[in-house]
């Protein structure tokens, strides 16, 4: 326990410490009056990242392709992957009742995302292991999703309503299964791990939930790969992930132009339009493969009636709408 904290106690006061020279270093850079600021002021960026990815793996720069082998060959136990998201959620959820906010796990919404997470499963390299994947519906008007170790799925009602047909939802769900599937929000548990920092997952330890999200380019790389593929496994149009995404970028340049300015690794995602890009590239490498992968599904999302039926399977969870004042 108390390593695990010192471990977080280093990145963050190091993470601090990069600040404060990176201030430094843009007050040098727009002193010095560069002839492409633009370029320079990257180039700093990326010398930081590259510095401080030396020193811990993934602390701020893209992890190399030999530490990413390096730590998806650290093996998480099942049993230690679901007390960590338990641990998550647990925290998730008391975050909204404190907020006031409502979410479900039952409803036309969660049963047809279930529908279509079972279609996704069978394709998962660890599918077996989640035999249950729990969804989550929080009522807010933000576009999120994401899963969390152990096998759950959280969507926004924004999310549920701002995506145009089945298509475009199969890709999310198959972006967010795809994090699951690939360990990568156990990325923490890894790196302590490869440390030999012995690993706690006790009550009291609430920062844990700051790593629930993976975030890292290279992660969201595979993601929207294995997202692609599995789309035109079932035979959905990717380019409807890769539409969506284009939509995202432009509503993005509308409120909030100056992230194209950001640093790739301290935003939360890759730039969205990069991602259609790549996703439209990889649609077409695979297009002749997977001739068949048209399907759009308006009306299926629409209707909440997924492509070619499918009911929940009996006993799968359900719990009562849950709102802010009961606990």
């Not at 969804?135 to 999703?145: C, F, H, K, L, Y």
């Not at 950001?262 to 939360?268: N, Q």
Request: charged content about 30%; aromatic content about 8%; hydrophobic content about 40%.
């Amino acid at each position: 326990m108390q390593t695990i904290r010192a471990m977080w106690f280093v990145r963050r006061h190091m993470f601090g410490a990069v600040l404060c020279l990176l201030a430094l270093d843009l007050a040098r850079v727009a002193t010095a009056q560069p002839a492409d600021p633009a370029a320079a002021m990257q180039q700093m960026f990326d010398e930081f990242a590259r510095a401080s990815n030396a020193f811990m793996p993934g602390i701020l720069g893209e992890l190399t392709d030999e530490q990413v082998r390096q730590l998806e060959g650290i093996d998480i136990p099942i049993q230690d992957e679901r007390r960590f998201g338990e641990r998550v959620v647990e925290e998730y959820l008391a975050t909204l009742r404190s907020n006031g906010l409502v979410w479900t796990e039952e409803g036309r919404d969660v049963e047809y995302l279930s529908q279509l997470v079972a279609k996704i499963r069978p394709l998962m390299e660890r599918g077996k292991l989640y035999r249950e994947i729990r969804v989550i519906v929080v009522e807010s008007p933000t576009t999120d999703a994401y899963s969390v170790p152990g096998g759950t799925l959280i969507f926004s009602t924004g999310m549920v309503q701002h995506v145009a047909n089945e298509a475009a939802m199969v890709g999310v769900l198959g972006h967010e299964l795809s994090h699951l599937d690939r360990g990568h929000q156990l990325l923490p548990l890894r790196q302590a791990k490869m440390m030999r920092q012995p690993m706690s997952l006790d009550r009291g330890m609430s920062w844990i939930g700051l790593f629930a999200r993976p975030f890292r380019p290279e992660f969201e790389k595979q993601a929207d790969a294995d997202a692609t593929r599995w789309m035109m496994q079932l035979g959905y149009e990717p380019l409807a992930l890769s539409r969506l995404l284009s939509s995202w970028d432009r509503r993005q340049d509308q409120q909030v132009p100056w992230q194209k300015f950001v640093p790739s690794f301290v935003k939360s995602h890759p730039d969205p339009g990069l991602r259609s890009v790549e996703i439209a590239r990889l649609s077409e490498q695979l297009r002749q493969q997977y001739v068949d992968a048209t399907y759009i599904g308006e009306d299926n999302l629409r209707e909440r009636r997924p492509r070619d039926g499918g009911r929940r399977k009996s006993g799968q969870r359900k719990s009562e709408r849950r709102r802010a004042n009961r606990d």
